[in-house]
């Protein structure tokens, strides 16, 4: 029942708006807010922008055809949002590699810094907070949503520098946080506990049978001890049992071992981490996660597409070079793949006690630092969103007017019941959260 129901219905029977908090608990009622369905949200980043005439519809509405770049996603065409002329209006310190990547989330400026990039004023790390640490704090905050991690942050083949270029999440401001690009790492985040917990129950295993074979060997007053013994690692036992029931809704994924975190491994480093995301939200472990290949002026070398040529460098040809437009767009195309493979692992997982898939609950956005790669221009910034579970309606392209990104993000955050007025820069979110209903 929403607010204005409630007030009416005080006023109905003259009760005291004291008394509503007594009176929602009562069933019969009908004053106790509906539970929410469970929202999880995806951020899912590629580098150094795309290839325009290969990446944008050229309709709008429902009728709009997937070009190349998108053309992975048709599978999931009635869910897919395709947002142009979005536009990062964030300026000051830093090239727009720097701004790209770090105010692209943040939707403020870098601060001041001592970082040189390919501009006339160096930078530091960005401003503000990100919409993912927003809502994820936002979802912290309330017991019905909270989880243990609240948000993850993957990374595939991301390199340890930690500078503006190599980060887009923020819990503050001049708070980066760092994409774990390691799956194995990620896997001991999210299961080191279980593995704990596997290793003592082995131990438990053995304890058990010595404590059997030296039952004959002790007297009647050790006996008593060694019962009690066996006791407790029966009480141990079962303590393990009731963890792993409570905790994982469903068992850890088998990682393919000895797989290096080098670039030409990044397919299948990519693949592991996908698993691990779309486990932890089948076990509630978070409700936002990042994905986040390589970085902004990301130097891949794609060989895995027959492509030796880094990734950085090739976006900076011009579009007379045919031959890296066609490279480009290859490179492109095959970020979407991965996309569309996360889009399709979620379509395929139920939702854990609940109805539909864990893709009818979640949201996932494709984004860019850039929109494109030779020019560095900050306009018309790539955006795909994918899913439900955020009241869009999906099945479409839309194309805007210049609309400063920081109004997407807003609408993000409001599609969570988080009510913003602002986010970012206050004078970038006129016109208040971008209507996608």
Request: with cysteine; glycine share 10%; charged share 25%.
């Amino acid at each position: 029942m929403n607010a204005l129901h409630r007030r009416a219905f005080l006023k109905r029977f003259g009760l005291s708006a004291a008394s509503l908090p007594f009176l929602t608990g009562l069933p019969s009622l009908g004053l106790a807010s509906p539970a929410r369905p469970r929202q999880r949200l995806v951020i899912l980043f590629s580098p150094n922008g795309t290839i325009p005439p290969a990446f944008w519809p050229d309709t709008e509405g429902e009728a709009f055809e997937l070009k190349e770049i998108l053309r992975p996603l048709e599978p999931f065409r009635d869910r897919l949002l395709v947002l142009h002329g979005l536009c990062n209006k964030v300026r000051g310190d830093g090239d727009n590699h720097m701004r790209g990547m770090s105010c692209l989330l943040t939707g403020t400026e870098l601060l001041p810094g001592n970082i040189q990039g390919g501009s006339h004023t160096p930078a530091g790390w960005a401003g503000g907070i990100s919409i993912d640490q927003e809502i994820r704090n936002f979802l912290q905050s309330r017991e019905e949503t909270r989880t243990r991690f609240g948000s993850l942050e993957f990374g595939v083949g991301v390199t340890d520098r930690a500078d503006p270029w190599t980060r887009m999440s923020y819990a503050g401001p001049n708070q980066p946080v760092a994409p774990i690009s390691d799956p194995y790492q990620m896997y001991r985040k999210l299961y080191g506990r279980q593995q704990d917990r596997e290793h003592l129950r082995s131990v438990l295993d053995v304890v058990r049978e010595d404590l059997r074979k030296v039952r004959r060997l002790v007297s009647a007053e050790d006996l008593a001890l060694i019962e009690s013994h066996t006791s407790l690692v029966r009480e141990l036992e079962r303590e393990i049992a009731r963890q792993r029931e409570e905790k994982l809704a469903a068992p850890p994924p088998h990682l393919e071992e000895g797989v290096a975190d080098q670039n030409d491994n990044v397919p299948r480093l990519s693949r592991m981490q996908i698993e691990l995301l779309v486990n932890a939200f089948v076990n509630d472990m978070a409700r936002v996660a990042t994905l986040q290949y390589t970085k902004s002026v990301g130097q891949a070398r794609m060989k895995w597409l027959g492509i030796n040529d880094t990734h950085h460098t090739l976006s900076h040809e011009p579009d007379k070079n045919s031959d890296a437009v066609e490279k480009l767009v290859k490179i492109n195309t095959w970020f979407a793949g991965e996309m569309a493979h996360l889009l399709r692992r979620l379509a395929e997982t139920p939702e854990p006690g609940g109805e539909g898939t864990l893709l009818d609950h979640t949201l996932v956005v494709w984004t860019n630092e850039l929109g494109k790669g030779n020019n560095h221009t900050l306009n018309d910034i790539p955006f795909v969103l994918a899913g439900g579970g955020f009241g869009f309606r999906m099945g479409r392209a839309r194309h805007f007017n210049r609309v400063a990104h920081n109004r997407l993000l807003l609408a993000m955050a409001h599609a969570v019941g988080h009510r913003l007025d602002t986010f970012g820069k206050p004078e970038l979110c006129d016109g208040g959260p971008l209507a996608l209903g």
